[in-house]
């Protein structure tokens, strides 16, 4: 069974980064993202919750099961959805390449942050496939590292942010995973097929985004990989340093920061 590697580790800071992330993209990622009274969802790779309560508030009568392979992180996300006050997600440890569940199973299925961890994506969502009901959609988010650059530009931000890129792809990932969700979705099957890309531009004017998408969630994501960059000889430690400072330098008033996320909605 193919094996999940998480780049980002497990520590409280990071599980408040996936909750800062989630809170500020919420409405670029998820607007259009509602399910009908009664369906049956599947959220796989639900982590710590950070996704699963905008998709609880979202679908208030649709019935959501959240899975996970890490059972702290479920007992986070169970925590979560319980403070929030809703009532309509159940939580399963689970692997989505070996999900305890019957063949069509679900009417839709809801994947956020999940492909870009995994060596076999193709593979995983062949294997969700088989718990979605024909007819049934998916819906894929992902981001792509490849698509960042901010103002002003320096050569080490971006080799700080090429580390985040090589390390995943040194646990069987890829940061790039975005750019490839059509060919993903089409090859393991699903039909009608639509990807959209959701950019977050963001300047001085918008200080809700240069906090929390700027500073919260992007540097915070890069600055998390600090200590295996370095120990694994990918940059050196003046080099880092400053790539770090540089992308704090864009958060200023003359600074700006974009970057590109892919969403999939495709039909079984």
């Not at 193919?2 to 670029?28: I, K």
């Not at 993202?33 to 309560?53: F, M, N």
């Not at 040194?170 to 950019?199: I, W």
């Not at 992007?218 to 003046?238: C, H, K, N, P, Y």
Request: proline letters at 4%.
């Amino acid at each position: 069974m193919p094996e999940v590697q998480y780049v980002h580790g497990y520590s409280a800071r990071e599980a408040e980064r996936l909750a800062d992330q989630a809170d500020t993209l919420s409405e670029l990622l998820h607007h259009d993202t509602a399910y009908p009274p009664g369906s049956l969802v599947l959220e796989c790779g639900c982590g710590t919750g950070a996704q699963t309560v905008h998709l609880a508030a979202r679908s208030p009568q649709a019935r959501i099961v959240s899975v996970d392979i890490s059972a702290e992180s479920l007992a986070q996300a169970r925590a979560r959805i319980e403070a929030a006050g809703y009532r309509n997600v159940e939580f399963r440890t689970a692997n989505l390449f070996d999900l305890p569940f019957g063949d069509e199973h679900f009417d839709h299925v809801f994947v956020c942050f999940v492909l870009e961890h995994l060596a076999e994506p193709a593979a995983a969502l062949q294997a969700i496939q088989r718990v979605l009901r024909c007819g049934g959609t998916i819906t894929v988010v992902e981001g792509d590292h490849g698509s960042w650059y901010c103002h002003p530009y320096s050569p080490e931000a971006a080799r700080a942010v090429r580390c985040l890129v090589d390390l995943q792809a040194r646990m069987g990932g890829d940061a790039l995973v975005g750019r490839r969700l059509y060919p993903l979705l089409t090859e393991a099957g699903f039909r009608e097929v639509r990807v959209s890309p959701r950019m977050v531009y963001v300047d001085n004017s918008r200080p809700d985004l240069v906090e929390g998408f700027s500073r919260n969630t992007f540097t915070a994501m890069v600055e998390g990989v600090r200590e295996q960059a370095l120990s694994l000889g990918l940059i050196d430690r003046r080099t880092w340093e400053k790539g770090i400072a540089d992308l704090y330098r864009a958060t200023e008033p003359d600074g700006t920061f974009c970057y590109t996320f892919f969403k999939g909605v495709a039909t079984r």
